[in-house]
C-alpha cells in the first residue's frame, strides 16, 4: 500500500515591527524584529512611488505587524493613508523626548528606530485620523477659513492703528466713527496719486488698501461658511443641534476626531485628546488637580465656548454654577469642572455613527 506524504506546512515570515520619520522631501524608515534587533533602515522619498516601495521594503523583511509613523497630519498623512491602504496597522508616535535624544542622539534612522520601538513596545497606541472623507473636506475649508479670519482681525488692528496716527484732520474725521462706519468710509475715501508724498495722501492710500481688504476677507469668509455649515450639518446633524454647539464649535470638533471617530477608544481619551481633563497636582496633605495645557488647543476653546454659552443661556448650567460657587469653588475651578462634564456629552454625539458615516 503506498502513503501519500502530507506537504509540510509552510513557513510563516518572521513578524517585524517598523517605525518611519517624516520629512517634507523624503522619509526614513527603520524595521526591527519582536527583540527589538534592528534589521534595517533606508530613505524613500515623499512620493506615491516612494511609499509603495516603502511599503514592499517593510513586508521583505518579514510580517509587518504594526508601523509608528511620526508626524501623520502633517508630512506623514500621504505615507499613513497608503499604508492603512495596504491593511497595515498604524499608530501615531511622538518624536523623542529630549532626555532621549540626549543619550542616543540626533539623526533620521535614529528617529525611525525609536518610531519603530514605541510601535513594538505598545507605548504609543494613538490611531492615526482618517484623512479620506467628509471631515477632510472640512477640516481643509476650515483651514481657510482660520486664516481669512486672522488675516481680517489683523487689517482692522493695523487700520485702527493708522487711524489713531494719522494726520490731522483725517485724524478728527475718524476717530469717533464706528467700526462699521469707519470701515465703510475708508473704502470709499479718493486719495490723490501725484500727492503720493504727503503724508495725509499716503495715509488715505493705506487706509483704503486696508478697508478694502478687510471686505474682501469677509466675503471670503462668507463664501466659505456657506459651503461649511451644509456639510457639517450632514456629517453630523445631532452633535450642531448639541445645545450651544453650532456649526463652527461642532467643525472644530468633528476635526478633532477625524473621519475614523472610533479611534477615540474611551470618554476619557477624548477628553484628555481636547486638554479638559484635570491632571493631579496633589502634594502631601494638599489633594488637589490642575489645569491641563495639553491636548488640541482648537478642540479646548471649541468646548470653552460651549460653556460660555450656557452658563449664559442654559438653566441646569446655571444652576450647577450656582451650587458649586456655594460650595466654595471659583469661577475658574468651575469652568474647568463643566468643560470636562461636557467633554463627555460631546464625546458620545461623535462617537454615535451619524448617518453620513453609516456604510
Known amino acids: 500500500m503506498t502513503t501519500i506524504a502530507e506537504p509540510l506546512p509552510t513557513a510563516q515570515p518572521a513578524p517585524v515591527f517598523g517605525g518611519v520619520d517624516t520629512h517634507a522631501d ?18 524613500f522619498a515623499a512620493t506615491p512611488a516612494g511609499y509603495g ?38 499608530v501615531e508616535v511622538d518624536r523623542p523626548d529630549r532626555k532621549m535624544r540626549r543619550f542616543a542622539g540626533k539623526s533620521d534612522p535614529i528617529d525611525a528606530e525609536a518610531a519603530a520601538r514605541a510601535a513594538l513596545s505598545g507605548r504609543q497606541t494613538g490611531t492615526p485620523k482618517a484623512r479620506t472623507g467628509p471631515v477632510e473636506a472640512a477640516r481643509a475649508l476650515r483651514v481657510a477659513r482660520r486664516s481669512a479670519i486672522a488675516a481680517r482681525a489683523e487689517a ?65 469668509i462668507e ?13 453630523n446633524p445631532a452633535l450642531v443641534a448639541a445645545n450651544g454647539v453650532g456649526t463652527d464649535v461642532a467643525g472644530q470638533l468633528l476635526v478633532t476626531a477625524g473621519d475614523n471617530p472610533d479611534r477615540l477608544r474611551s470618554e476619557p481619551a477624548f477628553a484628555a485628546l481636547c486638554g479638559v ?30 460653556v460660555l454659552c450656557r452658563m449664559r443661556w442654559d438653566a441646569r448650567t446655571r444652576a450647577y454654577v450656582q451650587r458649586r460657587t456655594e460650595e466654595g469653588l471659583s469661577k475658574k475651578d468651575i469652568i474647568r469642572c463643566l468643560k470636562r462634564l461636557i467633554a463627555r456629552e460631546l464625546y458620545y454625539l461623535l462617537t454615535a455613527s451619524p448617518p453620513a458615516r453609516a456604510s
Open 156 to 220: 482692522q488692528t493695523q487700520l485702527r492703528a493708522l487711524v489713531i496716527t494719522a494726520p490731522e484732520p483725517l485724524r478728527g474725521r475718524l476717530r469717533a466713527l464706528s467700526t462699521r462706519r469707519l470701515l465703510a468710509t475708508c473704502a470709499a475715501l479718493r486719495p490723490d496719486p501725484a500727492a503720493i508724498a504727503d503724508p495725509v495722501q499716503a495715509t488715505k492710500t493705506a487706509l483704503r488698501s486696508l478697508a478694502r481688504r478687510h471686505a474682501r476677507l469677509s466675503e471670503e
Open 26 to 43: 523624503t522619509h526614513t524608515a527603520a524595521v526591527i524584529d519582536p527583540a527589538g534587533r534592528l534589521l534595517a533602515h533606508r530613505e
Open 53 to 90: 516601495q516603502l511599503a514592499d521594503w517593510l513586508a521583505a523583511h518579514g510580517r509587518v505587524q504594526r508601523v509608528g509613523v511620526e508626524g501623520t497630519g502633517v508630512y506623514g498623512a500621504g505615507l499613513a493613508r497608503h499604508l492603512a491602504a495596504a491593511g497595515i496597522e498604524l
Open 277 to 306: 481633563s484635570p491632571i493631579p497636582a496633589s502634594s502631601g496633605r494638599t489633594h488637589r488637580h490642575r489645569l491641563n495645557r495639553g491636548g488640541d488647543r482648537q478642540a479646548n476653546a471649541a468646548i470653552y465656548r460651549v
Open 223 to 235: 463664501d466659505l461658511d456657506a459651503l461649511l455649515t451644509p456639510l457639517v450639518r450632514t456629517i
